[in-house]
Each structure stands twice: as structure tokens, then as C-alpha cells.
């Protein structure tokens, strides 16, 4: 067989007999066979029906034939060279699709390995004798430079480096300052500005910057040393929270005493006793928009609301919560009367016939310690009501406060209304009511609060997760 029958004959393989061809060869020792295979790949692409299982071919042979298979991969379609990327390095080739084929539409030269373009990848991915590097640089090599290694074993870096690579200096160590002056920073934040001849109510990092700059008794220091200097002391003078002061001596008393009568509700209960939260919401608005709002829109379109309101007047709720059930019963009225409040007791308690003792946690509200509500008190508890012993406001409330009775207040301390867990439910019912509602008439707001407390009841209600005990919370 002439020279022009063995490469047409080798031409005509498709990729796949090619390896089996290869794999032969190589089982008997046919070096001639082996080279004639490997050397004889055509310069144009192979429809290959099934290039999934040319990458198992490959992953078998990869280990033993990998620099000829080098020159077989201009035999294979971009998919398949894709697929076995992982082994020989990155390749891509623009290739129509067919029906369950691929081909290549750009033919290489004759000989040359699709491979070469990218000069490392044999570097990074297999164990081949290394090829000179494509220059990428025009700077002079100033310095050699220790290669690094492959997982392969093959150098991953060149042994000369540019100096378009050289490193630049590390940044200089800031200038440290001592204790004292860092302690002057913190003391100057945690005082007024006005102590410190600035007229302004509170700090910013910039009037503290400048302040630091223009006084001769503080070390010069950046705006960004300051603000270091802040955060690792957590000091935010910029910032503000509502604080109520309170002045009652016997404050801890007090919420010990709260917090245990819920952390005792569930087992009181039980018993035959109730744990009651009571209060009132005064001031609520009926507003009515002046134009109707419009709703959100798809694309990240938010409600708009209306910014003008007409006024309809005001209503005040008085609302009980349940603590072990987390129920809520209520009474809209016009006014927050001693005549009201003992209504709504009188109804509430209506509702827990079966219920042997009443716990009610109140406020120190002045309807809240009322004759009337003595009078209320000893006729649900069965006992004689002494008036005329009743005329002020500390016998009043220590007659309410007495532990025999079947109906005991416990009140919370001065400024400690926050104890109350049914604060925490008027909190709900103005975000989810009040606060973007629109009211026509107080008769429309007094019915949509009616509606939610309902509402609540049948698919809300809980009792709260009390955590608090009484005791500064520390961290």
C-alpha cells in the first residue's frame, strides 16, 4: 500500500475507531501503528454521533496517550473537546448543531494542534514536556524567579518575572496613639457639646474631628482615627433612644411581681385563676383621605396614599387581653370615663363565669383606683365595701391590691406601663388597623376595630413569650 492509500485509508477513520485503533496498538507494542494513528488526524471535523462516550474513551486513555492525544482533538467536535476539558485545558470552537451530532465548521491547519493557542493549559492540566511560553510583554526581565509547581509536577509560573508584575511596598503602620489621647477622645464624646463650647445638640464625627484639631489640649488626629478610636469602644453619640425615667422605689418590687404573674399564667389557669392585661387606647383618629389611595403595581411600584385627611374625630378603646390564651376583648367608646372602665370590667368578667380568682395587671391611671371601682371589686368578690374608709387615693388602692379578694389589681410600676402585655397588642392594632386605615365616620373606625378584634381571635390569637423577669437586663 502506497503513501496516498495509507493516509486515505487513515483519513477515512472516524475519532472513535481511531482510538479503538490506538488502544490496540498499544496493547501489542505496534510503535509504527501507534505513530501512523496519531500523526494522521485530518484537518477536517468528524460528524461524531456520540461524543459522550468519546469523553469515557478519553478519561481511560488520557493517563498513557496524552501528548498524542493532543493531535487527535482537531479530530473531535467542540462538545466533545468541552467535555474533557478537565484534562487537556480549555478549548472552544465555533460548531453548528445537527440531529444528535455535532460538526466543525472552521478547519485547522494541517498538523497543528488546537491546543497551542493556549500555551499553559497543558501546564495546569497535564504532565507534558513544557513548551516554550507565548510572549505576553514587551518589559525587560529584571529578576528570575523560583517556578511553581504543578499538581502534575510541571512549573505553573516562568522562571523570569517583569517588572510590569513587581510588587508595590506595604502600607506604613499608622501612627499610634497613647492611651491618654484615645481616652481624651472617648471622655470628649461622652459629654454634651454644649460643655465643650459647640452649638449643636449632639455630636457628629465631623464637629468631633474639628473640635479635636482646633484644641490645643487633644493630639492631632484624622477624621478616621476618630471614627476607629468610636468603634472599638461601640460609642455612637450621633444616635438616640426614648428613655422614661421612673422614680418609683419600689420599681424592682413591682416587676417582679408582674413578670412572675405571667410567668405563672399557664399554671394559675389551670387552677382556676385568670391573669388579665387591661388598658386604655385613647386619641384614636378616624382620617379619611381626602382622594382614594392607589395600590402597588408590578414592578416594584409602591401604594401611594393620599397626603391630605379629613378629620371625623376620635374614639378610645378599652381592651383586656387574656395572658394564657392571648385574646383580646374590647369596648370602643366616646370618652375614657370612671363609668366606662367599670363597664368594661363588669363585662369582661361577665364572659368567665367558671373562673374562681381574677389577676388584673393595671396601670396607674386615676380610673384605675376609683370608688366606683371599689364598689365594683367588693360586690363581685362578695364582701362589704367600706366607703367611708375608701376616701383617699392609698386606701383605695390597697383595698384593691388585697390578695383575699377574688378580684386582685396589680399595678405597675411609676413609668412601667410597658410591663403591661396589652401594650404590646395596642402595638398591633396600629400597624395593622390605624396607621394606614381610612376612616369615613368614628362609626366606620369603631366598626373596623370591632372587626379586627374578631378577627384576631379567631386566627391570631397567642400568648405572648414572656422573657422578661423583673431584672436588669445585662449582657
Not at 505576553?136 to 509560573?157: D, F, K, L, Q, Y
Request: proline share 7%; hydrophobic share 40%; charged share 20%.
Amino acid at each position: 500500500m502506497n503513501a496516498q492509500a495509507v493516509a486515505r485509508h487513515y483519513g477515512s477513520l472516524t475519532p472513535a475507531e481511531r482510538l479503538s485503533l490506538l488502544m490496540a496498538a498499544s496493547a501489542r507494542g505496534d510503535e509504527v501503528e501507534y505513530e501512523r494513528l496519531a500523526t494522521s488526524a485530518p484537518c477536517v471535523g468528524y460528524r461524531v454521533p456520540h461524543h459522550f462516550a468519546l469523553e469515557t474513551a478519553f478519561r481511560d486513555l488520557c493517563a498513557m496517550h496524552r501528548m498524542h492525544l493532543l493531535s487527535l482533538v482537531e479530530g473531535l467536535t467542540s462538545s466533545s473537546v468541552f467535555l474533557v476539558s478537565g484534562f487537556l485545558g480549555s478549548y472552544g470552537e465555533d460548531c453548528s448543531h445537527g440531529r444528535g451530532h455535532f460538526a466543525i465548521d472552521r478547519p485547522h491547519a494541517q498538523g497543528a494542534c488546537p491546543m497551542s493557542r493556549w500555551p499553559s493549559a497543558p501546564d495546569l492540566s497535564c504532565s507534558v514536556p513544557h513548551r516554550p511560553h507565548r510572549k505576553i510583554s514587551t518589559w525587560p526581565s529584571n529578576w528570575t524567579v523560583i517556578p511553581t509547581p504543578s499538581v502534575s509536577g510541571a512549573g505553573a509560573s516562568l522562571g523570569t518575572a517583569s517588572m510590569a508584575c513587581t510588587t508595590s511596598h506595604a502600607v506604613a503602620d499608622r501612627p499610634l496613639f497613647p492611651p491618654q489621647d484615645r481616652h481624651k477622645v472617648v471622655v470628649l464624646a461622652t459629654q454634651l457639646p454644649a460643655d465643650a463650647g459647640v452649638p449643636v445638640s449632639h455630636w457628629s464625627l465631623t464637629e468631633l474631628a474639628t473640635k479635636i484639631l482646633n484644641d490645643a489640649h487633644y493630639a492631632a488626629m484624622s477624621r478616621a482615627t476618630v471614627a476607629r478610636i468610636l468603634q472599638e469602644c461601640e460609642l455612637k453619640p450621633h444616635r438616640c433612644v426614648q428613655w422614661l425615667h421612673s422614680d418609683d422605689p419600689d420599681f424592682e418590687k413591682k416587676a417582679l411581681e408582674v413578670a412572675q404573674l405571667y410567668l405563672d399564667a399557664p399554671v394559675l389557669y389551670r387552677h382556676g385563676e385568670l391573669v388579665l392585661c387591661c388598658d386604655e387606647k385613647t386619641g384614636i383618629q378616624a382620617l379619611e383621605r381626602k382622594y382614594p389611595d392607589r395600590p402597588a403595581q408590578p414592578g416594584g411600584r409602591l401604594a401611594r396614599r393620599e397626603f391630605e385627611y379629613i378629620r371625623h374625630g376620635t374614639r378610645c378603646l378599652l381592651a383586656t387581653l387574656v395572658v394564657p390564651t392571648g385574646q383580646v376583648l374590647g369596648d370602643v367608646t366616646a370618652r375614657r370615663t370612671n363609668l366606662d372602665f367599670f363597664r368594661h370590667i363588669r363585662d369582661v368578667t361577665a364572659q368567665f363565669p367558671e373562673v374562681q380568682k381574677f389577676h388584673w395587671v393595671l396601670d396607674n391611671l386615676n380610673t384605675h383606683w376609683s370608688l366606683s371601682l371599689c364598689r365594683l371589686v367588693a360586690k363581685l368578690s362578695g364582701i362589704r365595701c367600706p366607703v367611708k374608709a375608701l376616701q383617699r387615693g392609698p386606701a383605695r388602692r390597697t383595698f384593691l391590691m388585697d390578695p383575699e379578694h377574688k378580684h386582685v389589681i396589680h399595678y405597675t410600676p411609676k413609668h412601667g406601663s410597658w410591663l403591661n402585655q396589652i401594650e404590646i397588642w395596642f402595638s398591633t392594632l396600629a400597624r395593622r388597623v390605624i396607621r394606614r386605615g381610612d376612616f369615613v365616620s368614628r362609626r366606620d373606625l369603631t366598626e373596623k376595630i370591632l372587626a379586627y378584634i374578631a378577627y384576631y381571635n379567631r386566627h391570631l390569637a397567642h400568648p405572648y413569650r414572656w422573657t422578661y423577669t423583673g431584672k436588669p437586663l445585662v449582657a
